[in-house]
């Protein structure tokens, strides 16, 4: 609910408008999980070898916002599934997770947070 506010609050940030992503917010008892990927990976399946991601509509498709308000809402989350070059470069850049933290599937970069 307080991941909800702050996107709802957050129209204006940043400059870049041209990058989207996806985010979801996901409410499970007391816990928010933020699901986000870049805006062209939506429905795909990527894999290699016994690996697999499914970025479902399901679980990423929520709102389609810039780049910029999708950090905003991570800055302020215990938990996320972040999924794409874009989320993952700018997550990066604002200290959010560390590269070492990132795993490759099929060169798609994944990185998740669970933190309380």
């Not at 795909?44 to 308000?69: A, D, M, P």
């Not at 850049?93 to 798609?108: A, F, H, P, T």
Request: aromatic fraction near 6%.
């Amino acid at each position: 609910m307080v991941l909800e506010k702050k996107l709802k609050k957050n129209k204006k940030i940043g400059t870049d408008y041209s990058m989207k992503v996806y985010l979801k917010v996901h409410n499970n008892d007391e816990n928010e999980t933020i699901a986000c990927c870049d805006e062209e990976l939506l429905n795909q399946v990527f894999r290699e070898g016994n690996l697999k991601i499914e970025i479902s509509n399901q679980f990423f498709g929520g709102k389609l916002i810039n780049l910029e308000v999708a950090i905003e809402v991570l800055k302020v989350a215990s938990f996320f599934n972040i999924v794409g070059e874009k989320i993952i470069e700018k997550a990066i850049n604002c200290n959010l997770l560390s590269r070492e933290s990132v795993k490759l599937i099929s060169g798609v970069p994944m990185a998740i947070k669970m933190m309380c």
